[in-house]
């Protein structure tokens, strides 16, 4: 239920004054601080839930957007609840916001890029604090008396993202116009997203329309994943190819392919505006003529005059010279010395380049390579781009999905449980990131209990070479290394002469047999774990569409059944249930398919034949 506020009402030392409109967020009410003599704005925040968890990241977040001080980008004043809802109070803004600005008339080029170049360092502020905004668009850009962009609403879309979003008309974790990529599909979303929503903006100031116009939100959603957006000069043909580039670049599909920054985004269509070359990195490459200065004959070079200009002095006024073949043999000879090393240097170099290619293509292994149904196979990879975010998936009777992120240097590992539905036999673990699964190994599945058995480590003692009992030293005696062992024993007496009996040997002691080892209980190999039952939902946020969710159990009671159920909403029938069976480790995973359809939260339980039980939540999302 939406919660009103009448005017009058205090929130901290701000007292409410009016209504002033509801946005996807929540109220917007204008407020009046009577010691500090201001206006601010209060967003009360309808989207997140009140639960002490939701109350917290509330906290958490709040907190860390109020501690950006920027000139473009709108300040926190105070943060709270008020009867268990949070509000936020900011920065009051009367000029208006950037969409109204753009439906009233389009949008001058120097003044598009003013827009452009604050926001642009706002974003590039907040994102060196670690801080997305997650829904940049022109409805979020105030404009203040004079103009100056100010950005809005930062942070609040991961509040609702990481709350349980209720089932309220307008209520959506962004724009789907303005939203990236890996934003529609689930993904994690970081400065990158930011960046593809400023190029979306400033593709509409600059050809009217937004990249993807005229369909549906599921269509639009669809386009901004799967298709290409037309060239912004297909859209206004004032624009150039240089600027096609620059903006295409910010629409890449792929996060790292766009640009580094906000700002080197908008320097680079401010020079791609006014005509000047291309930008380092702009997609396009102008490459200059070649020019070969020379004062002698050339060798004939037959069809490559036709590719090499000739750079003369100024000074020479001389007819040209008529280049002709070297008539002394050790000319020649020398010619195709230089030739042969040249094509010989120009095969290293090639033969190199691929080698350096090969060195830098991704990597990945499984460890281990064979495994039963409960078991945790490392997937591990290398080489991939930093801080890319993808899936592994499982390929068996049916396909079984895990999200991973690479490190800085491109690298992951990441355990994942084997579902107790695989089937033995050969399966494939595929890494797939950027639409595609570029890396994929073979994955043998064995019934438990008949995995190979270990092979008897080298290192293990041997028995002595001779194999003649005796060879241990005599207790008692120890043999100085290096030397042989006298015939006769020295004494501190002096000896007669004569003959003396050959010592008789000792007699041997009859080995003593080794007390045998009190009985002791064989430990169980499935023990249940102490921990209490946990349940993971991979993704745990699903397009209005639906789709394929993991579900992964641990902490469960091993080898029991375990029924898993899925609730649509705030339904308390089953949408959906499966069993399925704990591994000896206590994990289990399956996947559940959800239908999708509207905005709500969805919830999973799994629940084994002793008892122990968890649940985790799915949100429905735009």
């Known amino acids: 239920m939406a919660v009103s ?332 010395e230089i030739i042969a090393g040249a094509v010989i240097l120009v095969l290293l170099l090639v033969v190199g380049g691929i080698c350096a290619a090969a060195d830098l293509q991704p990597t990945m292994s499984l460890d281990p390579i064979i495994a039963v149904p409960g078991d945790t196979v490392d997937v591990v990879a290398s080489r991939l781009p930093a801080d890319q975010f993808g899936q592994i998936q499982l390929h068996s009777d049916e396909t079984f999905y895990f999200a991973f992120q690479a490190g800085g240097q491109g690298d992951f590992r990441q355990g994942i449980v084997i579902p107790s539905a695989v089937t033995t036999g050969m399966h494939v673990v595929k890494v797939c990131w950027s639409g595609s699964c570029p890396l994929q190994k073979p994955l043998r599945i064995v019934a438990p209990g008949t995995l190979p058995s270990p092979t008897p480590s080298s290192s293990a003692p041997s028995p002595s070479a001779s194999g003649k009992p005796g060879t241990s030293p005599t207790p008692g005696r120890s043999p100085r290394p290096g030397s042989s062992p006298s015939p006769n024993p020295t004494s501190g007496s002096t000896s007669s002469p004569g003959p003396k009996p050959s010592p008789k040997p000792s007699p041997k002691p009859s080995p003593k047999p080794s007390p045998r080892p009190s009985p002791t209980p064989t430990p169980n190999p499935c023990p249940t774990s102490t921990s209490s039952a946990s349940l993971n939902a991979s993704p745990n946020t699903v397009l209005l569409s639906g789709g394929p969710i993991t579900i992964t159990g641990t902490n469960f009671t091993p080898n029991k059944t375990v029924t898993v159920s899925y609730y649509k909403g705030g339904s308390s029938t089953a949408y959906s249930t499966k069993t399925v069976t704990v591994g000896c480790n206590g994990s289990f995973s399956t996947t559940v398919t959800s239908p999708g359809g509207a905005l709500r939260t969805d919830h999973v339980t799994a629940t084994d034949a002793a008892g122990r039980s968890a649940s985790a939540t799915i949100s429905i999302i735009l």
């Open 5 to 336: 506020i009448e005017p009058g009402t205090r929130l901290g030392s701000y007292e409410v004054q009016e209504f002033i409109g509801q946005g996807a967020m929540g109220l917007v009410y204008r407020a009046y601080h009577p010691q500090l003599e201001r206006f601010g704005a209060v967003k009360v925040l309808q989207g997140i839930a009140s639960t002490p968890d939701g109350t917290a990241r509330f906290r958490h977040e709040a907190q860390a957007i109020a501690q950006m001080r920027h000139p473009n980008i709108v300040n926190v004043y105070d943060f709270g609840e008020y009867e268990g809802t949070p509000y936020m109070i900011v920065e009051y803004v009367p000029g208006g916001n950037l969409a109204s600005k753009m439906e009233q008339k389009p949008l001058d080029r120097p003044i598009a890029l003013r827009y452009l170049r604050g926001i642009a360092a706002g974003l590039d502020y907040a994102h060196s604090l670690g801080i997305v905004h997650r829904d940049v668009k022109p409805g979020n850009v105030l404009l203040e008396k004079d103009e100056t962009p100010v950005l809005a609403d930062f942070g609040l879309v991961k509040l609702l993202q990481g709350s349980s979003i209720q089932s309220m008309t307008g209520v959506t974790t962004g724009t789907p116009a303005y939203m990236a990529p890996e934003q529609v599909t689930g993904h994690q979303v970081g400065p990158a997203a930011d960046r593809y929503s400023l190029a979306t903006m400033a593709y509409e100031m600059l050809t009217g329309v937004i990249p993807f116009d005229g369909d549906g939100v599921l269509e639009l959603l669809y386009a901004h994943v799967h298709r290409e957006p037309p060239a912004p000069s297909s859209r206004n043909a004032s624009l150039t190819p240089e600027v096609d580039a620059v903006i295409l670049r910010g629409l890449a599909k792929a996060p790292e392919a766009r640009w580094e920054t906000a700002t080197a985004f908008v320097e680079a269509l401010a020079a791609a505006l006014a005509g000047e070359p291309a930008q380092a990195g702009a997609q396009t490459v102008r490459i200059a003529p070649l020019a070969v200065v020379t004062t002698k004959p050339l060798a004939p070079v037959s069809a490559r005059a036709a590719t090499i200009a000739m750079a003369m002095p100024p000074s020479s006024a001389a007819a040209p010279v008529t280049p002709s073949a070297p008539s002394d043999p050790k000319r020649r000879r020398r010619l195709y």
